[in-house]
């Protein structure tokens, strides 16, 4: 276990906290939809969870390019790394 794993845990500990934040978000919306809350109460906690999803992805992106990607690349399996960045970019495009 070198420097790659540096951290991890630290960082997969947030991630889970994020998500158990996340699930309780979402709960709340089910709730809320299932009282009949008023549409735009709604909206503004979804648009929370999204916010919040956002977050999770900066972390495990951040995550991905200070391990896996200096890792991949000291290999030279920099084509890889190009590639599979390239695909979550235009996922999001
Ligand atoms: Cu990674």
Same mark, same amino acid.
């Given at each position: 276990?070198?420097?790659?794993?540096?951290?991890?845990?630290?960082?997969?500990?947030?991630?889970?906290?994020?998500?158990?934040?996340?699930? +309780? /978000? %979402? =709960?709340?919306?089910?709730?809320?939809?299932?009282?009949?809350?008023?549409?735009?109460? @709604?909206?503004?906690?979804? &648009?929370?969870?999204?916010?919040?999803?956002?977050g999770?992805?900066?972390?495990?992106?951040? +995550? /991905? %390019? =200070?391990?896996?990607?200096?890792?991949?690349?000291?290999?030279?399996?920099?084509?890889? @790394?190009v590639?599979e960045? &390239?695909?979550?970019?235009?996922?999001?495009?």
């Amino acid at each position: 276990m070198g420097d790659y794993m540096n951290g991890h845990d630290d960082r997969k500990k947030q991630n889970i906290h994020r998500i158990k934040i996340i699930k +309780g /978000h %979402l =709960n709340a919306i089910e709730e809320m939809i299932n009282n009949d809350a008023y549409c735009v109460d @709604v909206l503004n906690q979804s &648009l929370a969870v999204q916010k919040a999803l956002k977050g999770l992805d900066l972390q495990l992106m951040e +995550g /991905h %390019l =200070n391990h896996c990607v200096i890792e991949q690349a000291k290999k030279g399996d920099t084509k890889k @790394v190009v590639e599979e960045l &390239l695909g979550i970019y235009k996922y999001k495009m």
